[in-house]
């Protein structure tokens, strides 16, 4: 494997780590779940009672669980990045492998939260509440999945001897993975805590 | 950077479990929803600058960033 990294100063507006493109999509991302969650917020304030039982309803320990797991997740996504430039190759694949990890058990988590939910006949179309909670986890759980395409994609890049690996391609990876740490962090308290 | 990482990981860890510990200790105070958002505000910062590097990024970047996270927290700290 071969690394190509080019000088950047990231303190130049056009190129925060991970590359403006990115940078746009992330702000938009996080405007769009902020708009949802405000959504929540809004109908939440109109029928208290209903969001409060509805939220009771929720598994929160396994909310928590599932936060941990992305955070452990997004360390060694930052340890892929800090182990490439320092040229730790087999660390860097073996970070991005254990991220890769968290990922999915995030997603496994997700889908047996999904299977009680569906078990107990908790549906999208209950109530406002449940409305927002099918939607938000849900495009949620799809970033998480774009996501680990583009860090597979990645490792296979970089398990392969005969290509070369951008670093600032794995930036743009890791920003990506982080992304949906940084939406989960607010969307798992509005959802799963405090109605 | 590895012990800088770990060690944000760990203040991480820890904030998550505190939050756990108000929720249970103050599960129907009016307070729960600030505390709460509070430190989902914190730990939104921690991933941002340590994890994703931001600290290194351009000023626009951050406070664009910092901008759009508290505000969720505001909006839904403050509305219970």
Not at chain 2, 50 to 70: N, P, S
Request: hydrophobic share 55%; proline share 1%.
């Amino acid at each position: 494997m071969q690394i190509k990294t080019h000088s950047i100063d990231h303190r130049d507006i056009s190129y925060p780590p991970g590359g403006i493109l990115l940078w746009i999509i992330i702000i938009l991302e996080l405007v769009t779940f902020g708009l949802g969650i405000g959504g929540l917020v809004y109908y939440g304030n109109l029928e208290t009672e209903l969001f409060h039982t509805s939220r009771l309803m929720l598994n929160a320990p396994l909310g928590m669980l599932n936060t941990l797991v992305l955070l452990v997740s997004g360390y060694f996504m930052a340890d892929t990045v800090a182990k490439l430039k320092s040229w730790e190759m087999e660390a860097s694949k073996r970070s991005l492998l254990l991220t890769m990890l968290g990922g999915l058990v995030f997603v496994g988590l997700k889908s047996w939260e999904y299977y009680e939910k569906l078990s107990s006949d908790i549906e999208m179309a209950d109530n406002m509440f449940f409305t927002f909670y099918w939607l938000l986890t849900g495009f949620h759980l799809a970033h998480v999945l774009v996501g680990l395409v583009i860090l597979l994609v990645i490792w296979i890049n970089m398990k392969s001897k005969s290509m070369a690996v951008e670093l600032a391609d794995v930036e743009s990876g890791a920003a990506f993975w982080h992304m949906c740490d940084l939406i989960w962090l607010l969307l798992f308290p509005a959802l799963y805590l405090v109605f | 950077m590895k012990n800088e990482n770990l060690f944000t990981l760990s203040v991480l860890i820890g904030l998550t479990l505190t939050t756990a510990l108000i929720v249970s200790f103050w599960g129907d105070s009016r307070l729960l929803s600030l505390m709460v958002m509070g430190i989902a505000g914190v730990k939104f910062y921690l991933v941002a600058f340590e994890f994703m590097e931001l600290r290194k990024a351009h000023v626009f970047w951050k406070i664009a960033t910092i901008m759009v996270g508290m505000l969720v927290v505001i909006v839904v700290g403050m509305s219970f």
